[in-house]
């Protein structure tokens, strides 16, 4: 995740408009489609910072154009559907489309949806400020059923996705799309049951294409900014039904930087510091809630955490998996601030993550979180409800970078990416998904 931090310092040396201006001549014809045109941040850390160099790379590389009429049902002939083996990494079958990394990854509707991203591993020393090169971002996607072990092509995007931000509501997925990758952007919503991709407007305001997340708010989709570092304006929620954005009122912590919002079922919980934090000592994150149906928010106590802002809704707690306390070096017993933490909504009580695993190995994919699992990138798992840890073994391939990782209900799925060699001067494409499910 920190790792992701490096790559900001080469955004500026990115040569992108030639790549985006060859995308544009290559999307697909608009005959024959049936979606409706209506005509929209970095966050710094995995859930955003880390995204920035996801972004990044994604929006230098390959589109690969594909026949729409071909069959769009694809099983491998070679491996069957991962059984219910706990605790081991079961190989997931081979997919309809080129593996990739920098992708969108979402679970919806019983299936795996993942679109976008890039073919081609970086062609230069990993950190390295290289100036971009390489094919247009791809636009095809696909969905993977973990029940059946079955993919099936999904229609391409209209446009390249910006894979760091999205959100599922219903069996529809919310996720930036961009013409250009810096400035023309769009909310895109994809059906999965109807295989339609639309096209919506963006919330009002002078936001830049990496300003806004994206987040599910019941039946509405959030869009919030990451930061309020350069100006405050109006989160805003985006009603599917009407196609139509209202702006929420400003929030009782502006202004603040690293912000985070997770819908707990009932009500938005933000977590944010204040743009100038204090000394390490005195560091907190401050926190809101924020009821959709009266229209207030409220402030609730401040957590002592101060690691990236990857907070997650998991067994019935936000969550932030990160491992670690400020001045460990990079142990797991430091005396400092914790990175990650635990916070109850319904009692307002703030507590420490469970003692982690005594090995942690890294496995390829961002943090993310499930519906009672979530998982770290340092290489562990942690049961929410049963507030304990396992440790989670790095891939079989080793990828180390930019690999989608999804929860699939139960189950972790992990798929692409790429790795470096021991010397970190060159990268490779990891051919291979895979798949865990808890021992618990």
């Known amino acids: 995740m920190r790792d992701a931090k490096d790559h900001l310092g080469a955004l500026d040396l990115l040569e992108a408009p030639d790549v985006w201006e060859e995308a544009l001549t290559r999307r697909p014809s608009p005959e024959g489609e049936t979606s409706e045109t209506v005509r929209r941040g970095p966050q710094r850390v995995l859930a955003a910072v880390v995204a920035i160099g996801i972004f990044a790379g994604a929006a230098l590389f390959a589109v690969r154009a594909f026949n729409a009429a071909e069959d769009r049902v694809h099983s491998s002939p070679t491996v069957s559907a991962p059984g219910d083996t706990h605790g081991v990494w079961q190989p997931v079958p081979a997919p309809p489309i080129p593996f990739r990394e920098g992708a969108a990854g979402f679970w919806v509707d019983g299936r795996v949806v993942i679109v976008g991203g890039s073919d081609e591993?970086?062609?230069?020393?990993?950190?390295?400020?290289?100036?971009?090169?390489?094919?247009?971002?791809?636009?095809?996607?696909?969905?993977?059923?973990?029940?059946?072990?079955?993919?099936t092509k999904i229609a391409p995007s209209p446009m390249p996705v910006l894979p760091y931000a999205g959100a599922v509501v219903g069996d529809v997925v919310y996720i930036w799309g961009s013409t250009d990758g810096f400035t023309e952007e769009t909310l895109l919503a994809f059906d999965v049951n109807d295989d339609q991709w639309r096209e919506f407007p963006l919330p009002p305001g002078p936001h830049r294409p990496t300003g806004l997340m994206l987040t599910t708010a019941s039946d509405l989709v959030l869009a919030y900014a990451d930061s309020q570092e350069r100006g405050v304006t109006p989160d805003a929620l985006f009603d599917p039904s009407t196609g139509e954005w209202s702006p929420l009122p400003l929030d009782p912590l502006v202004p603040s930087f690293d912000r985070s919002i997770v819908w707990?079922?009932?009500?938005?919980?933000?977590?944010?510091?204040?743009?100038?934090?204090?000394?390490?000592?005195?560091?907190?994150?401050?926190?809101?809630?924020?009821?959709?149906?009266?229209?207030?928010?409220?402030?609730?106590?401040?957590?002592?955490?101060?690691?990236?802002p990857i907070w997650f809704w998991s067994g019935g707690r936000v969550v932030n998996p990160e491992i670690g306390h400020v001045g460990d070096n990079g142990s797991v017993a430091g005396t400092g601030p914790p990175y990650g933490g635990i916070f109850d909504p319904s009692t307002s009580a703030w507590s420490e993550l469970p003692p982690p695993p005594e090995r942690l190995a890294p496995y390829g994919g961002p943090s993310v979180g499930g519906s009672r699992y979530v998982v770290t990138e340092q290489g562990a798992i942690l049961d929410v409800e049963a507030g304990a840890w396992e440790a989670l073994p790095a891939t079989p391939t080793q990828a180390d970078e930019q690999a989608v990782a999804v929860w699939a209900g139960d189950r972790l799925i992990v798929w692409g990416g790429y790795r470096w060699n021991r010397t970190e001067t060159a990268a490779e494409m990891v051919d291979a998904g895979w798949l865990w499910i808890p021992s618990g």
């Open 121 to 151: 591993a970086p062609s230069c020393p990993r950190l390295a400020n290289c100036a971009g090169g390489g094919q247009p971002p791809l636009l095809d996607g696909a969905a993977y059923e973990p029940s059946t072990g079955t993919w």
């Open 264 to 308: 707990t079922g009932n009500e938005l919980v933000l977590i944010a510091p204040e743009v100038e934090p204090p000394q390490v000592a005195s560091y907190v994150r401050r926190v809101a809630t924020y009821d959709i149906a009266r229209g207030t928010w409220r402030r609730l106590p401040n957590s002592p955490s101060m690691g990236d």
